[in-house]
């Protein structure tokens, strides 16, 4: 009786031991995917919105499978490779806006939801393509920050807008671009800055020695009383340029202010001990990360559909003061 007592016992056991494997089977089978697709992987912001989606995944119960998609080519066999992994949906930052049509055709032949972050995707006439959810920098409002931190340290320093001039980099050619630097010049007249005193310099390409050319371009036309300079672009590189043209010609540091926008190009600078290049505003990509995520799972889970644009404003000027303690935050300081 006890035998048998124990042989029902033992089935009883294993039967349950089963069901508790099937089902965790079955949970994992279940087990939301979500796609995160970044066009620069070694760069430390793609790192850190990689980092925050990870606690997302961690914090939701999904599981991140994270893709590096440096050209057009892999961004297409990667929307495969999720497809063919369960991945129900994904978030991209393109490494060209112009794949968006291409990007859109092939997550719907997979079925997969797709949200950009950062970069917003164009159609073939190179308009925004504000069907699909996007998440990223709200470019004027960030580019008025940007102004009314430059006027604020101008007058900290006392300057008189008679002998205050600004240089401003623009790239017309890309809608946040032209945004940006909008932005940052409505910011300056509001601050007093004179209309006459703000000299424009068209960028050919965007980086360091393109934007020293355009503003040395500029510097040309200043008249023989500037005798202080406002650097503006619409990231940190086509600041820094702008800095580096005004060592060229004379300028002593202590007379220009500029002031980028990104903060992870601009460390290296930072950490000198005096420069033209006074900070940079640092936007949120562990905000980013986090929250892309977030949707993505809501939507596959829930159905909820994110915004067609979140704008995302939240910026933190960095200077020599606070650079490494603010980058030290976000996990951006190495």
């Known amino acids: 009786m006890k035998r048998r007592f124990g042989i029902r016992t033992l089935c ?3 039967l349950a031991v089963t ?3 099937l089902s965790s089977a079955l949970l994992a089978a279940d087990a939301v995917k979500i796609g995160f697709l970044v066009k620069q992987a070694e760069e430390p912001w793609f790192q850190t919105e990689w980092a925050f989606a990870e606690k997302a995944a961690k914090d939701k119960g999904f599981e991140l499978i994270k893709i590096a998609v440096p050209d057009g080519e892999k961004t297409l066999s990667a929307i495969d490779s999720l497809a063919a992994n369960g ?3 994904f978030v991209i930052c393109p490494p060209d806006v112009s794949l968006g049509p291409a990007i859109m055709a092939k997550a719907k032949i997979n079925d997969l939801k797709v949200i950009a972050v950062d970069d917003r995707f164009v159609d073939a006439s190179g308009k925004f393509m504000e069907n699909v959810p996007y998440l990223g920098m709200a470019a004027f409002e960030v580019g008025q920050k940007q102004g009314a931190a430059m006027a604020a340290e101008a007058k900290k320093r006392n300057w008189d807008w008679k002998d205050t001039y600004a240089v401003v980099n623009t790239y017309n050619e890309l809608d946040t671009g032209k945004k940006r ?3 940052s010049v409505d910011a300056l007249k509001k601050a007093g800055m004179p209309e006459d005193h703000i000299l424009f310099a068209a960028l050919k390409t965007l980086d360091v020695p393109g934007s020293m050319d355009a503003t ?3 510097l040309v036309k200043l008249p023989s009383a500037a005798k202080n300079l406002i650097i503006g672009g ?3 590189n086509t600041v820094l340029g702008g800095v580096r043209a005004t060592e060229a010609a004379g300028f002593a ?3 220009v202010i500029g002031i980028g926008i990104n903060g992870t190009d601009a460390i290296g600078e930072l950490k000198k001990p005096n420069s033209g290049f006074f900070g940079s505003m640092l936007p949120s990509p562990h905000i980013e990360g986090y929250k892309t995520a ?3 799972y809501e939507w596959i889970t829930t159905g909820k559909e994110p915004p067609m644009y979140t704008a995302m404003d939240d910026v933190t000027l960095i200077t020599r003061e606070n650079f490494k303690q603010e980058l030290e935050k976000i996990g951006l300081w190495n």
Do not use: I, L
């Open 12 to 14: 009883s056991t294993a």
């Open 19 to 21: 069901a508790f494997s």
């Open 87 to 89: 991945a129900k949906g």
């Open 181 to 183: 630097t909008d932005g």
């Open 216 to 218: 040395n371009s500029a």
């Open 234 to 236: 619409m990231n940190d």
């Open 253 to 255: 540091a202590t007379n």
């Open 294 to 296: 977030e949707m993505m």
